[in-house]
Each structure stands twice: as structure tokens, then as C-alpha cells.
């Protein structure tokens, strides 16, 4: 008898094809894809969020990362790539909520260039943790809002990549933001494909400076740092409150 080829499957999330060729999911939950299908899923985790972070740090041998939320690990998995051949150590602390997601990605299509990291991917699903020589990767299944309020690890680099301030606006407050502001080293890098208003301004509230990113083949993002010199163009938070005083960061709720 054959056995059938498992396939990713759950009644909350939809296998899509984005425009690099790569598949992404759907959430019914949030009705949001989890990356830009425009941008690719694969393409957009590079170019928002690996790529400028790790040229980054390309001087350090070992890198602390906070990647928010984990969802089918792509920021993880396109870091663990780029990295591939460097020797450097990184390790990596990814939140997510969604357990039975989790527990399906061993089924989710992934692109060509994960394929050495099957292993990685089997035993975060399983376990929910992977180690090797110069890889340790801890998926904390929770809230990543007790996450970065309890842990008392510093990062490198934190990958800010929740569902919109719009469908997810407690993953973008600006206590939120105090606390992950909190958990970034002086040197350390925050990348998100958010461009809105209210994210800036809560980065700004929490004395980090606010970059535009742009380049080729993606839509534009934001880069936060505490340090000021990073060779992208700065964004004037102050000037853009001053000309649009109606629209303030997102608070939690009291
Ligand atoms: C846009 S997706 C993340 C995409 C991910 N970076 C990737 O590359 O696939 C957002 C994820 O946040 C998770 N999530 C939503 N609220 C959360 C919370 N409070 N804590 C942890 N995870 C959360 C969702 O379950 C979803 O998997």
C-alpha cells in the first residue's frame, strides 16, 4: 500500500503560493497572510528582516535574536540560511501563541533553500526546541507579550513581524515597545515591514531611532535602533507628529 504524502493542513490556515514562488499561509483567524504575497514570502523575510539585520551584525561571531512571532518560521529559517558557512553562533528565542500551527509545520511546503534545515524544522515542531554547535533555537509556545516582559535575555537583533496594528494591536503598543526597547542591547537592530505612523511613533516614544528601508523587489520597511548612525535614511517622527497631530501610537488597554 502507498502512504499517503502528509500535507500542511489545519482548519485555520490556507497554503498560498505567494509571488517568489514560495508558499505562505493564510489566516482565517486574522483574515491576514502571514508575509506580503507581493513581496514573496521567502523574498520578504530577507530583505525586511534577515538581510539588513545580520549586515548589522556582521562583526560579531555570536548573535542573540528575538524573532516575534515565530508562525511558520520563515525569519528564523532564512537567518539559519544566510548564515550557513559563516561559523558564526546565533541563538534564537521565536514566541508564538498558535500550538496547533506549531505542531503542523512539519508539513508546510517550504522553499528549496530550507531544505538543509529539515531537522531543525521536525524538532521545532516536536519539541519545540533545536540545538547544534552554533545553532540553539528555544520556540516559546505563549504570549509573546509575557515573553519579552519576563525574559531576561538582551538581543542583537528582534525581528518585529506580528499581524498588523490592525488585527493585532497588542503586539504593537507602545508598552509593548517599551519593553522590547528594554531587551535590546546599545548596538542591537529592530526590523518590522510596518511603515505606519503609530509604529513610529512608538519606537520614537521609546528613545529608538526610526529608519526607512528601501530597496529593490520589496515594498518598503522600517529598521529601529537605539544607536544613530546607521547609513539608511532617518525618519523625522517629530515632524511627521507635528503635521499629522491627530494620529498618536497605539496603548494598551487600561
Ligand atoms: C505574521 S505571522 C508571523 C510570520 C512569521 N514571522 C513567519 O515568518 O512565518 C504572526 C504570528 O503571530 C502569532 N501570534 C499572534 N498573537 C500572538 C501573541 N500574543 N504571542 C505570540 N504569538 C502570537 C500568530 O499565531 C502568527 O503565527
Given at each position: 500500500m502507498q502512504l499517503k504524502t502528509p500535507t500542511f493542513k489545519s482548519a485555520q490556515h490556507q497554503e498560498i503560493r505567494s509571488d517568489d514562488g514560495s508558499f505562505t499561509a493564510y489566516s482565517v483567524e486574522y483574515d491576514e497572510h502571514y508575509h506580503s504575497t507581493k513581496d514573496g514570502a521567502l523574498n520578504e523575510s530577507l530583505c525586511k528582516h534577515v538581510l539588513?539585520?545580520?549586515?548589522?551584525?556582521?562583526d560579531q561571531e555570536e548573535i542573540v535574536i528575538l524573532d516575534i512571532c515565530f508562525g511558520l518560521g520563515f525569519n528564523t529559517?532564512?537567518?539559519?540560511?544566510?548564515?550557513?558557512?559563516?561559523?558564526?553562533?546565533?541563538?534564537?528565542?521565536?514566541?508564538?501563541?498558535?500550538?496547533?500551527?506549531?505542531?503542523?509545520?512539519?508539513?508546510?511546503?517550504?522553499?528549496?533553500e530550507f531544505e538543509a534545515f529539515k531537522a531543525v524544522i521536525l524538532a521545532l515542531s516536536r519539541e519545540q526546541y533545536y540545538a547544534s554547535e552554533n545553532v540553539e533555537i528555544t520556540l516559546v509556545l505563549g504570549d509573546?507579550?509575557?515573553f519579552v516582559r519576563d525574559t531576561k535575555v538582551k538581543f542583537d537583533i528582534v525581528y518585529q513581524d506580528a499581524?498588523?496594528?490592525?488585527s493585532n494591536p497588542l503586539l504593537w503598543t507602545s508598552e509593548y515597545f517599551k519593553d522590547i526597547s528594554t531587551l535590546m542591547k546599545p548596538d542591537a537592530i529592530l526590523t518590522t515591514y510596518s511603515i505606519a505612523l503609530p509604529t513610529r511613533i512608538a519606537l520614537h516614544e521609546n528613545g529608538l531611532n526610526v529608519y526607512l528601508h528601501k530597496g529593490e523587489g520589496f515594498r518598503s520597511a522600517t529598521i529601529a535602533s537605539k544607536s544613530v548612525s546607521l547609513e539608511y535614511e532617518k525618519v523625522?517622527?517629530?515632524?511627521?507628529?507635528?503635521c499629522n497631530p491627530e494620529v498618536t501610537s497605539l496603548k494598551d488597554p487600561q
Open positions: 539588513p539585520a545580520l549586515a548589522h551584525t556582521h529559517l532564512a537567518t539559519l540560511h544566510a548564515l550557513k558557512g559563516s561559523g558564526k553562533k546565533v541563538r534564537i528565542y521565536s514566541p508564538e501563541l498558535d500550538e496547533e500551527l506549531v505542531r503542523s509545520l512539519e508539513n508546510f511546503v517550504y522553499p528549496k509573546a507579550r509575557e499581524f498588523s496594528p490592525k523625522d517622527v517629530e515632524h511627521k507628529m507635528r
